[in-house]
């Protein structure tokens, strides 16, 4: 991993939003994003501009809290994961 940390988490799910984003896989096993980062991700997985499908964070500290933010996200109309 790159360790991008929660901050790099933000700037990631800050562009999985934007109407111009097309990203479809995004691999972030062994990058330490940590609970915050894993909520910034979740909140970019409900948005309408996300079109992600694949999202790998193996090994990246996101906690229980982390977990329970992104699987509310799983259950949002507009993510797109599969």
Known sequence: GNNIGPDGAKHLAEALCHSNCQLQTLYL???NIGEDGA????EAL???NCTL???N???SAIGDDGAKYLAE????SNCKLQ
Do not use: E, Q
């Open 29 to 31: 096993g062994n990058n």
């Open 39 to 42: 909520n910034f991700l979740a």
């Open 46 to 48: 409900c948005h309408s």
């Open 53 to 55: 499908h694949t999202l």
């Open 57 to 59: 964070f193996s090994a």
């Open 73 to 76: 996200a799983l259950c949002h």
